[in-house]
């Protein structure tokens, strides 16, 4: 029998090996010319559906914890937000690295003129300040506030839903279903976001 020490460990060990070989996997595919017509697509999508993926599984653990009576999955909530911010930062970089060349007047403009654009870059800085705030030492120093703040990836989750589905031009079946699941877990925590509006309006 495991300890729920070694459940722990193995269960971060295994997210750290696949969140880093899906990584390695989709540019080594870039390099050998194998990802299509479009690599710079491929890999954009790629690194954002990553993103958006593993934030929905960071806020599916807190339900699942509750309802398998496994307190213990907690702990892996922070390792799976900062992949997603990992993938996330990828998603960016590739955008402006290979889609813009670099042309940072070109990406403003972009942020600027482009909703769905202007949406993502928000939900990057939202999940920027919680991957930052992550560090213990931090976390320590905030007090109440930290979970407050972190109570933001709720806002995350609509801005990555709304951004993912304004940025398809014809397909919209994928970004549909990803809507319906956000909102889902939403709705799962409709008393926990109340309370929190209900204090933030307070304020």
């Known amino acids: 029998m495991f300890s729920r020490k070694k459940y722990i460990l ?3 060990v ?3 090996a696949l969140s880093l070989f899906f990584l390695v996997k989709l540019y080594y595919q870039a390099i050998h010319d194998q990802l299509g017509a479009d690599p710079v697509e491929a890999v954009i999508h790629f690194t954002g559906i990553g993103a958006f993926n593993l934030l929905l599984l960071t806020l599916c653990i807190s339900p699942l914890a509750n309802s398998l009576k496994q307190g213990w999955l907690l702990q892996l909530r922070r390792l799976l937000g900062l992949y997603s911010f990992t993938y996330a930062c990828f998603h960016l970089a590739n955008f402006i690295i290979f889609d813009l060349q670099f042309a940072w007047w070109l990406f403003v ?3 600027i003129k482009r909703p769905y654009i202007t949406i993502g870059m928000l939900a990057f800085l939202f999940l920027f300040s919680l991957s930052i705030t ?3 030492e931090i976390r320590r120093k905030m007090g109440k506030n930290w979970q407050k703040l ?3 990836s709720y ?3 609509l801005l990555v839903a709304v951004h993912f589905y304004w940025s398809v031009k014809s397909e919209i079946i994928e970004p549909s279903i990803y809507f319906l699941v956000s ?3 939403l709705i799962l925590r409709k008393n926990k976001i109340k309370r929190w509006l209900s204090f933030s309006g307070r304020k």
Do not use: T
Request: cysteine-free.
């Open 10 to 12: 193995l269960s971060k």
């Open 14 to 16: 295994a997210i750290h």
């Open 109 to 111: 403009d972009e942020v």
């Open 134 to 136: 992550s560090v213990n």
């Open 150 to 152: 972190h109570n933001v």
């Open 155 to 157: 806002v995350i989750l």
């Open 183 to 185: 909102i889902v877990l």
